[in-house]
């Protein structure tokens, strides 16, 4: 049989901004890719084909280096949930076939169709991501951090699924997670080596499981960029449990005492 040319491709995977099959690929800017379950792959590699730059792109920013994109002995569906794009099969939405973080407009649509999942591991649903932006823009000090046009701040606050990554500067990321974490209830640590992991327990809408969480990172050596790293984001008492659970570093214990 001959292969399906361009426009034939075109004409059957249709981007559509609505949950229209029961198969298909979400995209992180939470538009739908219809296909039939024998055409998970085909419509994988029509997707790497026609957006190869915004894939490498999201790899990039997803700090995927090690995948690229013309690779062939990666599969194309393994490339899509690195880059970001989530996989409906059957109606169902597994985590295997899931990114390891859904972006927001990938949960609205979710929402907006009905779906029924199961949260990733350290996932929110999309109701608490929602109530901490609400919290967030009664926010003087993160108005004014909006004001001086800080980038990465901006974006985490229109999408709070993602992660704020800062290098070489401890104090301003202590002063982003102070922001962000206003009002905390409780406070857990945890050392790593020469870095710590901080949690603390927000009050947001009515769950009472949501975290902020401040991974620092000490790498140790003058001459290493960077030398110190930082990361943000929320997540939940699961997630931070596991974490803890498989951790060989002592005061896991205590620290999951803590949670309870």
Known sequence: ???????????????????????????????????TPDEHDECAKYLLKTRTE??????????????NVDHPEIPPREILKAA?????????????????KLTFKQLDLIDRSGLVYTPLSGQLNLGDYQAFQEKMKGSEDA???????????????DDPTGTIHIEENDE???????????????????K???GIMTWRHLQVGSNSDIYLELDYHDH?????YPETESWILLTNKKSIIKFLQDSKVGGSKSAIELLQ
């Open 220 to 224: 140790g050596y003058d001459d290493s």
């Open 54 to 67: 915004e894939i490498k792109d999201l790899l990039i920013n997803n700090e995927k280096y090690s995948i």
């Open 192 to 194: 790593v080596g020469k």
């Open 143 to 157: 108005a004014k951090l909006i004001e001086r046009k800080n980038i990465a701040f901006k974006n985490f606050l």
């Open 84 to 100: 970001g794009f989530g996989l409906l099969s059957g109606d169902l939405l597994s985590e295997y076939n899931l990114p390891v």
């Open 1 to 35: 049989m001959e292969a399906p040319n361009n426009q034939q491709l075109e004409n059957k995977f249709v981007m559509s901004d609505a949950i229209s099959k029961p198969d298909g690929w979400i995209t992180p800017e939470g538009m739908f890719y219809p296909c």
């Open 172 to 190: 301003f990321a202590k002063k982003i997670f102070n922001i962000l974490s206003a009002g905390y209830t409780k406070e857990i640590t945890h």
